[in-house]
């Protein structure tokens, strides 16, 4: 009942700020106001939940650091996405045609930062540290990194492909980047960096969802498992690749840390949870 306390709290958030920018889509400026207020409120409401319902202090959510955290996640989230598109324009399938908006890009900034936050706490902050607590690190990223995948299977232009490369690249690489960290602020800013870089910056579509046009007005065209299709490039085999590479990066920072959990160590903390209550 803790865990569905937290879901449904943070849930509430993500919904209320998605209604609030269904209701003032077409107006990029009220977009961007009140994805930044959906971003900030989930991560006040999270801060709040978890703490009264695990009587911890929250030092996923600690406050020195964030925004060098948040900073450095974003370089990398748009540095990942730039590399994609560069290959995918060296094999002749990406065309910028013109300028698109600086408005358009305003309200896509709003937009991903409020899925960003809102996204990272559900299933890193929640999901994934609960199912870690249980079943040690590789069972969980594997576990939250399917459902991460699957959450996307409901978009208007969803494939099974899409969402299993979804769940390869995003799912493992977020999880991995937690992992490595034990904060959220990094897989904030990496998730965020991705999605604006994908919509805000280079014009593409973002998980199959029909993003509005951001700085650049660009199209893709040629073999979906280059291009992704009309799910956009995160469905592409460019994205997987170097999402992995990614992956497996912070999963090497994680075990130089020290901080991947084994199974048996999850079941002697899971043992000792269910002893003290």
């Known amino acids: 009942m803790r865990v569905v306390g937290q879901l449904l709290a943070v849930a509430a958030v993500a919904f209320i700020g998605g209604q609030g920018a269904a209701a003032v889509a077409g107006n990029p400026w009220l977009t961007l106001v009140i994805g930044a207020v959906t971003a900030v409120l989930g991560v006040v409401v999270y801060r709040w939940v978890v703490a009264k319902t695990e009587q911890r202090p929250v030092t996923e959510l600690a406050g020195p650091g964030a925004g060098l955290a948040l900073g450095r996640g974003t370089v990398i989230g748009v540095a990942l996405f730039g590399a994609v598109i560069a290959n995918i324009a060296l094999l002749g399938n ?90 959220l602020w990094l897989p904030i800013g990496v998730h965020f960096g991705w999605n604006f870089a994908a919509a805000g910056i280079f014009g593409t579509e973002v998980s199959g969802n029909g993003t509005p046009q951001g700085l650049l007005d660009a199209v893709t065209s040629g073999p979906t498992l280059v291009t992704g299709g009309s799910f956009g490039p995160e469905a592409s085999l460019c994205s997987v690749l170097f999402c992995v590479l990614a992956t497996g990066a912070f999963l090497w920072l994680a075990h130089r840390r020290g901080r991947l959990v084994p199974r048996r160590r999850a079941e002697r903390v899971a043992d000792v949870t269910t002893l003290s209550r």
């Open 94 to 183: 990406y065309e910028v045609r013109g300028w698109g908006t600086a408005s358009g890009a305003a309200g896509l900034l709003g937009f991903m930062a409020a899925a960003a936050v809102t996204e990272e706490l559900l299933f890193r902050g929640i999901l994934f540290r609960v199912v870690e607590k249980l079943t040690g690190t590789w069972i969980a990223l594997v576990l939250t990194g399917a459902l991460f995948g699957l959450s996307h299977l409901f978009n208007p232009h969803a494939t099974l492909w899409g969402v299993l490369a979804i769940g390869i690249e995003a799912g493992g690489l977020l999880t991995a980047a937690y992992i490595a960290t034990r904060k």
